[in-house]
């Protein structure tokens, strides 16, 4: 399979700004006059990947994610659109986001999407979720492909 590299419909990617000050800095995340309800968070959690370690790629059918990477590390991050009804179907999304580059990156349901940390220290990600994990109480299957499991995936990261 060959992907066409552009960006994906739907996919939002915006800047992460830190406001410095004599006591460090503070970076909005997200704002619900910025985003559209259907990408409004339900759930947060922040995750640590150390140097050279891939997380995905999978996949959601029903969760949208909002990841926000601000370091201290640099992700190469990919997206594959796998919805057959976006006119973006078939094509592939690479960032380089973190440290270097504060980015929140909005991952719709159905696009296939992986980060690997290739920086040199462990790097942090928050995600925030339209979607609780499990659902309410955790009673629910757990909404995700994972395409990383496939020794045969088309969704390769390198």
């Known amino acids: 399979m060959k992907f066409k590299e552009s960006d994906i419909k739907d996919v939002l990617a915006y800047p992460l700004k830190k406001f410095h000050d004599e006591r460090g800095w503070l970076a909005e995340l997200f704002r619900h006059d910025e985003l559209d309800a259907e990408f409004y968070p339900a759930m947060s959690y922040i995750s640590y990947t150390r140097p050279g370690v891939q997380r995905g790629p999978h996949e959601h059918v029903d969760q949208a994610d ?93």
Request: charged fraction near 25%.
């Open 66 to 158: 909002l990841f926000c990477f601000i370091g201290p590390s640099t992700f190469k991050m990919m997206l594959w659109d796998n919805r057959p009804a976006s006119p973006t179907y078939n094509h592939m999304m690479t960032m380089f986001v973190g440290v270097d580059d504060p980015m929140a990156v909005v991952v719709p349901k159905g696009v296939v999407h992986g980060y690997k940390n290739v920086g040199d220290v462990d790097g942090m990600v928050i995600n925030c979720p339209n979607r609780l994990y499990m659902g309410e109480g955790k009673r629910e299957p757990i909404d995700e492909i994972r395409h990383e499991d496939d020794p045969d995936t088309i969704y390769r990261m390198d």
